[in-house]
């Protein structure tokens, strides 16, 4: 979709006490007191599925009639509950189709239930509704100046149109029945079920979706779209639905999106929706991944005359990665959904990782190690502002979560991840991952957990240092040489603790490349190595398995 302290111990990790280091750590981050952010606990009750009805108006800038029912499980005791809701006129409220007294203020609607629903009983609230919302769903004109009407609900918006448990780990199914001009065409999450004429002038259209999905997934798009067939790369349909002035060049624009499908159905698991349409319409965002139907930009596929191009697909190599990332997300992010805001990075890291693969793929190694590099580079801007760790507890504006953190410095963990795992048990870990978690949420303990049990390795001090722990890696690298042997001397300047991450040197001598492996247990680290001939030069990490940042010094 959808910016970026610990003193180092140095005689302790000197001294091998690493478990003492990394237990401090582990409290530092997970203390509640030091958390400023307030968390939404979902402990009182939960919605199990929507049907959301809504009737527009022919020019698509109010609704007429809107109708939210809610089936809803009681998670304790209740007698009261409290619904996200924005400020449309509501008409009525029942609680199992009797009236239900109510609080509407301050964007919440605070529901005292006509009779106490116990522990694990279901029950059903149903709001009637109307008006125009003043957030949450775009009601806009598209890039072609006609009338238009897009959900756009990420991080917390959908409350503004619809009544609900407005926070990612409150998951449900949901139908939509959507009425509309005739000469419009809806989609929404889900599978079309029917499209019925029920008034002279409008069309009733009907979706759903049976799976789970969050909130900020939830959407409908109403618009004069042009309809495109993309066929069926894997084993769902493939729909776009742009402006019609888009028509010729959607097809190509969106070339890379069957790749992607494939790409992830590979290495993941099959589709977890029944299709999946593309549309370019209204969004804050460049791309939101709602379930089964992701919305991008209007600008989508405007030209920008010195982006780079790529090779195998012919457009812009930003709009490959922009796809695929969107694509990326209906696994992780919607389907296996962070459980709380700090958890973020399991989504929009794994979406940017994923497209990075596609570039490995389809335009090679040296597009791969582009991809990275840029990647580093966007998270080294973003850490000179704020060195905070990718598991924030404290950031309040959840906008301001969508960051080099979350986005680059996440991937880059996946992918350091990847190097020390081995191609194998990582893809096998992400796999168990995603099939535990499927239609619900995870947190970043539970990906650590299966990539743990998938490789037999222990990595709390990798997730303590580089997913809870702020910064990386600075390495200061020299070397004292004689004919015969070499001292290579690391310090690792950063004001964090040391990266245990092992570290690759490749040694240039006049004979050839020797590759060494050095596993730096504090921030001052030496060892010496044999050499069949003269040093001419130290490569450090030549294959790009660590983030950071090197600094030569002269040899002597």
Same mark, same amino acid.
Request: overall charge positive; proline content about 6%.
């Given at each position: ?9 140095q005689?302790i990790?000197?001294?091998g006490h ?9 409290l530092?981050?997970?203390d ?14 939960r919605?199990?599925?929507y049907s ?17 029912e809610?089936?809803?499980?009681a998670?304790?005791?209740i007698?009261?509950?409290d619904?996200?809701?924005?400020d449309?006129k ?5 609680v ?5 007294k109510f609080?509407?203020k ?11 629903q116990?522990t694990?009983?279901?029950f059903?609230i149903?709001?009637v509704?109307n008006?125009?919302?003043r ?6 004109t ?6 238009s009407?897009i959900g756009d609900?990420?991080?917390n918006r ?5 009544p609900?448990?407005d926070h990612p780990?409150?998951?449900?199914s949901?139908?939509?029945s959507v ?6 065409l809806v ?8 499209v019925?004429?029920?008034a002279?002038g409008s069309?009733?259209?009907s979706?759903?979706?049976e799976?789970?999905?969050p909130?900020y997934c ?5 618009g004069?779209?042009?309809k ?9 349909p493939l729909?776009y639905?742009?402006?019609p002035?888009d028509?010729?060049?959607a +097809?190509?624009?969106f070339? #890379?999106? =069957?790749? &992607?499908l494939k790409?992830l159905t590979?290495? !993941?698991?099959?589709?977890?929706? /029944? ?5 370019v319409?209204?969004t ?6 709602n379930?089964g ?5 209007s600008n989508l596929?405007?030209?920008?005359p010195?982006?780079?191009?790529s ?11 922009l796809?695929a990332h969107?694509?990326?997300?209906q696994w992780?992010g ?7 805001? +700090?958890?973020l990075?399991? #989504?929009? =890291?794994f &979406?940017?990782?994923f497209?990075?693969?596609l !570039?490995q793929?389809?335009e090679? /190694?040296?597009a791969?190690q582009?991809?990275l ?5 966007a998270?080294?801007r973003y ?6 760790p ?5 950031t309040?504006d ?11 410095k ?7 991840l ?7 048990d990582?893809?096998?870990?992400i ?5 535990a978690h499927k239609h619900?949420t &995870? ?10 049990r998938t490789?037999?390795?222990n990595?709390?001090e ?5 997913v809870?722990?702020?910064g990386h ?16 001397l690391?310090?690792?300047l ?10 690759p040197?490749?040694l ?6 020797q590759?060494v492996?050095?596993?730096p ?8 190595f044999q050499?069949?001939a003269?040093?001419v030069?130290v490569l450090?990490d030549?294959?790009n398995?660590?983030?950071k940042?090197?600094s030569?010094r002269?040899?002597r």
């Open positions: 979709m959808p910016n970026h302290c610990l003193k180092s111990a005689t990790w000197f001294r690493r478990t003492l280091l990394l237990v401090l750590l582990l530092l981050f997970f509640p007191a030091v958390a400023t952010r307030h968390e939404r606990v979902i402990d009182s009750w919605p199990l599925h959301i009805s809504l009737k527009f108006n022919q020019s698509l800038d109010s609704i007429l009639e809107a109708r939210t809610i089936k809803a499980l998670l304790k005791n007698s009261h509950l619904l996200d809701f924005g449309m509501l008409e009525s409220l029942l199992n189709y009797q009236v239900a609080d509407h301050g964007g919440t609607l605070r529901v005292k239930l006509p009779e106490t116990p694990n009983s279901k059903t149903l709001a509704y008006g125009k919302p957030n949450g769903l775009i009601l806009a598209d890039k072609d100046g006609r009338p009407a609900n990420w991080p959908l409350h503004h149109w619809v609900s448990l780990a409150a998951k449900a949901v139908n939509f009425t509309a001009p005739e000469d419009y989609v929404a999450n889900g599978s079309l079920d029917r019925e004429t029920v002279r069309r009733t259209w979706f759903s979706e799976a789970p999905i909130p939830m959407i409908i798009a109403v004069q779209f042009y495109l067939d993309g066929g069926r790369p894997s084993s769902v729909q639905f742009v402006p002035s028509r010729k060049y +097809a190509r624009g070339s #890379s999106a =069957g790749p &992607a790409l590979q290495y !993941v698991a099959p589709f977890p929706y /029944e299709k999946l349409a593309l549309i319409g209204n804050r965002f460049g791309g939101m991944e379930a139907a992701v919305v991008f930009k596929f405007e030209p920008h010195n982006a780079t191009m090779r195998v697909f012919g457009i812009r190599r930003r709009t490959v990665e796809v969107e694509i990326a997300h992780f919607d389907s296996v959904t962070a459980a709380t805001w +700090a958890d990075w399991l #989504s929009e =890291g &979406a940017t990782y497209s990075g693969l !570039v793929r389809h090679g /190694e040296q791969f582009e991809f590099k840029e990647a580093a580079e998270y080294f850490q000179r502002r704020s060195r905070k990718i598991h924030d507890r404290e309040e959840l906008v301001k979560l969508l960051n080099a953190n979350n986005y680059d996440a991937a880059w963990v996946l992918h350091m990847r190097s020390t795992l081995g191609d194998t990582f893809f096998l870990g796999r168990n991952y995603y099939n619900s &995870a947190s970043s303990e539970d990906l650590r957990a299966a990539l743990e490789s037999g390795k990595l709390k990798f997730f303590a240092r580089w809870y722990g702020p890696p600075h390495y200061e690298v020299s070397w004292k040489r004689n004919r015969s042997e070499v001292e290579i690391i310090r690792q950063q004001p964090e603790p040391v990266f245990p991450n092992p570290l040197l490749e240039v001598t006049t004979a050839g490349r590759r492996l050095i596993q247990k504090s921030k001052e680290h030496s060892e010496k050499l069949p003269p040093l030069s450090v030549p294959n398995t660590v983030l940042e090197v030569l002269p040899s």
